[in-house]
């Protein structure tokens, strides 16, 4: 091995291997501590990404069972406009037994049609937030 001497007697080969071996442990060092940090962070986020995504798919669920009895209804609805024979009675009961009663098949009729736009326009808002959410 050849060795060039400076005017102190230390080799420069001999600097430059050292300095090398000792920049490349360094670097794997680093490396290594880069890998597993990264992958602590990645465990971390698993956790925390798994509970907001549970509790998103619970919205999720929530929004599809509102759209479900949404639908329930207005097919309840739909089925009383057509099976109406002229002899209907519509009620409206408060929690302190307050009743209203009519059996005036007009006022009947723009109650049921308001009531069945009105859960149309609420069930095609909950299907645009089904459709539009991300888990």
Avoid: C
């Amino acid at each position: 091995m050849e060795t060039n001497t400076k005017s102190n007697g230390v080799s420069k080969r001999q600097n430059a291997t050292v300095k090398k071996d000792v920049q490349k442990k360094l670097t794997e060092e680093a490396i290594g501590k880069t890998v597993v940090h990264e992958k602590q962070q990645e465990n971390k986020k698993t956790v925390v990404n798994l509970d907001d995504r549970i509790q998103k798919f619970e919205k999720l669920r929530g929004l599809a069972t509102q759209r479900e009895r949404l639908t329930e209804t207005l097919n309840e609805l739909t089925k009383f406009n057509y099976n109406q024979d002229g002899s209907n009675s519509f009620y409206i009961r408060d929690s302190r037994s307050l009743e209203f009663k009519t059996t005036n098949s007009n006022l009947i009729k723009l109650v049921t049609t308001h009531l069945q736009s009105t859960l149309e326009q609420r069930k095609s808002e909950i299907e645009e937030q089904i459709v539009q959410f991300e888990l």
